[in-house]
């Protein structure tokens, strides 16, 4: 059976044998796909659910084996070799930076999922018995299927380009980043891309502030209040796009601007992209001569989020402009916030990337910097 079904899985992490084909490699020779796993796995994939492998195989045997299959493409970070399943499960929930709450592992031998519950107890364990029907389950159904997710996959693949670039460059992490040629853009959300900003705001949690969902109604709603911005932060850089990585929801008072939400994917946390959004918003306030407030929830996942908050100079300290925020009535989604607050001042452009970002000041056109 699957773990709890609250929440959706971002991985599904195959073994091979019996499993993903019909028969054992090293004995066999030859192995089958059956065609109702090739549609699940091609059905996953679109959904925007990620896949990997953990597999006891011979790893010159196995690739070339799915690559004759037809469906090596699908597969981010396989681990293929004669390691525990749990160290190869855990080093691909690590590496894509993954809570391993959101991983499923999928094995026909009882022996190996109960090696990979006891030593990963939160990833989801399923019966290679199962297989056929997992695109049936609600875990593996998400609400809405954007764009982004579509694209979800060749966006991991080519962050796994990244990295391996990055660990045969030679020169400091400074150095490198200019070399990605990285080009950042904020606009303002449109209906359209409300279902992905959506998303966002479920999906991440090492870089979200606060962790309140906000439906696509609740989105509608605040894109058509004038004192709100919903804002979508994409990236590209040389390997290719990242597709929108981060949502900004602000609310401008007369005296001071509320950030009430700042998440960004896990995918650019080693760009910055949270600090460089807040250092964007300091220079808008700064330019615009209002105080600057933000929402945040301290969480076990969080921690460099809030690094980001205290290097832009967030600090607790309210001064009275604030005060009718700080006693605002919040429901239980909103318990635990505290309010941070900093004095805006003009800030530097980003020195590793490109920004091409709206004037919140004079709210027309796009200032480059």
């Not at 439906?215 to 004192?227: I, K, M, T």
């Not at 209002?290 to 001064?319: K, P, S, W």
């Amino acid at each position: 059976m699957g773990g709890d079904a609250v929440g959706g899985v971002k991985v599904l992490v195959w073994d091979l044998d019996n499993t993903l084909w019909q028969g054992t490699l090293l004995e066999d020779g030859e192995v089958r796909l059956p065609d109702e796993l090739r549609t699940v796995v091609a059905d996953l994939d679109s959904r925007g659910i990620l896949q990997s492998i953990a597999s006891k195989n011979d790893h010159d045997l196995a690739w070339p084996q799915l690559e004759k299959l037809g469906v090596a493409e699908y597969f981010v970070l396989p681990q293929i070799g004669w390691g525990p399943k749990s160290v190869s499960v855990r080093r691909i929930a690590d590496r894509l930076g993954f809570a391993q709450q959101t991983v499923a592992f999928i094995d026909d031998l009882p022996a190996e999922r109960a090696e990979v519950a006891f030593h990963l107890p939160e990833v989801r364990c399923y019966d290679a018995a199962d297989a056929a029907t997992l695109t049936l389950l609600p875990e593996f159904t998400p609400a809405t299927v954007t764009e982004d997710s579509a694209q979800r996959r060749l966006m991991y693949q080519a962050g796994v380009r990244r990295d391996t670039a990055r660990k045969d460059f030679v020169g400091p992490d400074e150095e490198f980043l200019r070399s990605l040629r990285i080009e950042t853009a904020i606009v303002r959300a449109t209906g359209a891309q409300l279902a992905r900003v959506e998303e966002l705001t479920v999906r991440t949690s090492q870089m979200n502030a606060t962790g309140v969902h906000y439906s696509e109604a609740d989105l509608q709603g605040l894109l058509a209040d004038p004192r709100h911005e919903v804002l979508v932060v994409t990236m590209a850089d040389r390997f290719g796009s990242h597709g929108a990585v981060g949502i900004v929801l602000l609310e401008k008072h007369p005296r001071l601007w509320h950030l009430k939400l700042l998440a960004t994917s896990c995918r650019v946390v080693q760009f910055g992209a949270g600090s460089v959004l807040l250092r964007w918003l300091i220079d808008q306030a700064a330019r615009a001569a209002v105080h600057l407030a933000a929402d945040f929830r301290r969480t076990e996942r969080n921690r460099i989020m809030e690094v980001a908050y205290r290097f832009a100079g967030f600090t607790d300290q309210l001064c009275a402009c604030l005060d009718h925020l700080s006693a605002r009535q919040v429901d239980s989604e909103q318990a635990g916030i505290q309010l941070l607050h900093v004095e805006p001042s003009p800030q530097p452009a980003p020195g590793a990337m490109r920004l091409a970002a709206p004037e919140l000041t004079t709210m027309d056109g796009l200032c480059h910097v």
